[in-house]
């Protein structure tokens, strides 16, 4: 009996001991920022802590959150659509490199068109989004869609009402296209929108919400977004003159000739980039970490989660819409980027 009880003691000990050693093996890391990426960073989480035991909790809370959260170092790192420059950068002694690319889509609620029948153009969607456009069947809209009969109902604007890199892109886009915008309303996370119908939702996810509740409505989200709740988009003319629809394919092309290292803190724009097949509204988003981090080891283990989920996320990655890094330049930044944080 005796030498049962310790038998017991023996293995609850092992146990006890196996238990201690696995919570202390197993890394938590924490990251926070653009809702863009959200759907492919969770993704990347879960199979990386299958693969590994490791943690990755990632909150979406918008660029400029994440960019604040990594100021005040309650995160190990940020997120954002809209990169820092290098000055800032060189400002908060951090380091950014982009993790995913994808693609910014106005999308609608127009009785009557499928996805991708309604076509306008950059000057155009950016006279929508001032108000100077207010009907469904203005003049400019019947133009550019001839064969179709638009509604004579009202444009409602919906926007992020959260500092957002979606906005960002969006109104680097609009800013690139319409000399009336640029003057007007210019290029931020946060704008003051201009169209009286404008109303806000928070995150990508509020103003898909809205878009698809109010009738007559057009905004602005990440593309997994259109494709999760299933929306309608617009067609696009492209820098080249083409009307082209969103897909992996059409980002794939407009990052093709961007030269990530070409501006400090590869601080790139990748809208209304030249090429046939470009979708016009393309973007990357960004990581944001300390050169000299406070807690190295727990920096360290971000840059094995981003290491394992470049090598190995790519599928995922297409399987929900987005556009993996190419192997040259995650390989250049590890090289360029990686080694300028201290471990």
Do not use: C
């Not at 994808?102 to 127009?110: R, S």
């Not at 153009?121 to 207010?134: E, Q, R, S």
């Amino acid at each position: 009996m005796n030498s049962k009880r310790t038998l017991l003691k023996t293995v609850a000990a092992a146990a006890l001991a196996s238990l201690a050693m696995g919570s202390a093996l197993a890394a938590e890391i924490t990251g926070a920022g653009a809702t863009f990426p959200f759907p492919v960073y969770a993704k990347w989480g879960e199979a990386y802590k299958a693969a590994t035991g490791n943690s990755m909790n990632y909150q979406s809370i918008g660029s400029s959150g994440g960019i604040k959260q990594i100021q005040a170092k309650t995160v190990a790192f940020g997120a954002s659509d809209a990169p820092q420059s290098g000055d800032d950068l060189d400002k908060d002694g951090m380091v950014q490199f982009p993790a995913i690319i994808g693609g910014t889509v106005p999308v609608l609620n127009l009785e009557g068109f499928k996805p991708g029948e309604l076509q306008v153009t950059g000057p155009v969607l950016a006279d929508i989004f001032l108000g100077n456009i207010t009907k469904w069947n203005d003049a400019k809209l019947v133009a550019l869609n001839p064969g179709k009969t638009l509604p004579s109902s009202s444009i409602t604007v919906v926007h992020r009402a959260d500092g957002s890199g979606t906005t960002f892109n969006f109104t680097d886009y609009l800013s690139s296209v319409s000399k009336d915008w640029a003057d007007k309303v210019g290029t931020n996370k946060a704008v003051k929108w201009p169209a009286e119908s404008s109303v806000g939702g928070k995150g990508n996810e509020g103003v898909a919400a809205n878009v698809n509740r109010v009738k007559g409505a057009v905004g602005y989200v990440e593309y997994a977004y259109v494709k999760k709740n299933n929306m309608n988009y617009m067609r696009l003319q492209n820098a080249d003159g083409k009307y082209v629809g969103p897909d992996e394919q059409a980002f794939a092309a407009a990052a093709a000739g961007v030269d990530w290292f070409s501006k400090p803190g590869m601080a790139v724009s990748m809208v209304n980039a030249k090429g046939a097949e470009s979708w016009p509204i393309s973007t990357a988003s960004f990581i944001l970490m300390y050169k000299k981090p406070a807690n190295k080891a727990e920096s360290a283990e971000v840059l094995k989660f981003f290491d394992w989920s470049f090598k190995n996320g790519k599928q995922m990655a297409a399987d929900l819409d987005y556009v993996a890094l190419p192997d040259v330049l995650t390989d250049a930044i590890r090289s360029k980027v990686w080694s300028q944080i201290e471990k």
